[in-house]
């Protein structure tokens, strides 16, 4: 979540806001200390500190807290306290922010905006699943460069940590991916899809290398790319067919469910 930004659009809406911070955790909890909600005078909120009756009493506090003016700090055992079998302690912080604070806020939100959200994702292809698979994306610790040589493939709004790049030259994007980045590929050119695959694969310096297709999509890349010169070791990090084995159904959302988790997976391995 872009915390500043939420908050900043929190308070144009609505004349104030809360965030609602965890600065400490014990034991067993629901999320880690740094996690984050902003919470609207209205009730509605952004983000999350956990759910379950600990995310309950936080919103409540900060509702009480925006009308009173008055941030507070809290601390709760959740056994004891709420009755929930984590068996940890939380500390949480409320703030309260207003009008007077939003160009301070609005510097803060360009700040983080620039910041990477995430682990580093490269997407090419805005068609059907591209798109399905960059929403999926959206609310997850990504940070995604969505590519595509067609001009009018990319969709009017595009989720916020996605960074959209019309390229005559794909494969040429790579040179710019950070080591360790996550590469997908489902262009609407198996030609195209060759030629990033092959720069994908010639750069061995990414940490998952995807493409979209079936073993008979694979069996045909496999073959051309070796008569290319790629070595075996390389031609053995592609992942194709990409998604969680299992998962029936090739509808795009579908898909795209199963390659983000995919992806949560592949980053968890890298540590």
Known sequence: MQTYLRLTQSIEAEGAAALVRLVDTRGSSPREAGAAMVVRPSGGFHGTIGGGAMEWQALAEAREALAKGEGKRSVVALGPDLAQCCGGRV???IEIF???DLPELRERAQAEAAEPQGRAVYLFGAGHVGRALALALGPLPFDLSWIDSREGAFPERAPANARLILSADPPAELTAAPDGALILIMTHSHPLDLAITVEALRQDRFGFVGLIG?????????????AAGLTEAKLAKLTCPIGIVGIPGKEP???AAGVAAQLLQATAKAG
């Open 91 to 93: 500390e949480w912080r």
């Open 98 to 100: 207003g009008r007077d």
């Open 214 to 226: 079936s073993e008979t999509k694979r069996a045909r890349f496999v073959s051309q790319m070796r």
């Open 253 to 255: 959302a579908v898909i």
